[in-house]
């Protein structure tokens, strides 16, 4: 599987502006049971540094832009999410780290399941370790 996998969602424009939907199963590939949102970052202070052992994400950048670097372990990359009209899937085992926050980004992330400290792993080493 790639690192790197952005869904590009379909726009309904007008002269009024633009609506964006998300639906479970549908352009999300998971069933949604949560969804949260991060806003109010500072550009210099980082954030994730975390990988899931089963959740499925998708974050979008609402507003604003950030970088995220994906990491399965063997390879890293980084991606720019600057649209409210594409999302990027995080999938299981893979770290994730997010920086260079934009003034007034606001990340939004929709998951395939309910907040579980015991699904975070939370030190590289063992994110390394667990992947092998
Ligand atoms: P965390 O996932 O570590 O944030 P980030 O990856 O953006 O750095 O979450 C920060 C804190 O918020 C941590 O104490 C766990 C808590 N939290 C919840 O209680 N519920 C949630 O759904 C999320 C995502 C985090």
Redesign the pocket.
């Known amino acids: 599987m790639n690192l790197i996998n952005l869904i590009e969602f379909d726009v309904i424009g007008d002269e009024r502006g633009n609506l964006v939907v998300l639906e479970g199963n549908k352009n999300i590939p998971f069933d949604i049971k949560?969804i949260?949102y991060?806003y109010g970052m500072k550009n210099d202070l980082?954030?994730?540094?975390?990988a899931h052992k089963k959740l499925l994400q998708v974050a979008v950048c609402i507003s604003g832009s950030c970088k995220i670097l994906m990491d399965n372990g063997v390879n890293k990359e980084v991606v720019k999410l600057n649209s409210p009209k594409c999302g990027l899937l995080i999938d299981k085992m893979q770290w994730?780290e997010?920086f260079d926050f934009s003034d007034g980004c606001i990340?939004m992330?929709m998951?395939s399941d309910?907040?579980d400290?015991s699904d975070?792993i939370?030190d590289y080493k063992a994110f390394l370790g667990d992947i092998k």
């Open positions: 949560r949260y991060l980082p954030r994730g540094f975390h994730h997010m990340l992330v998951a309910y907040y400290e975070y939370r």
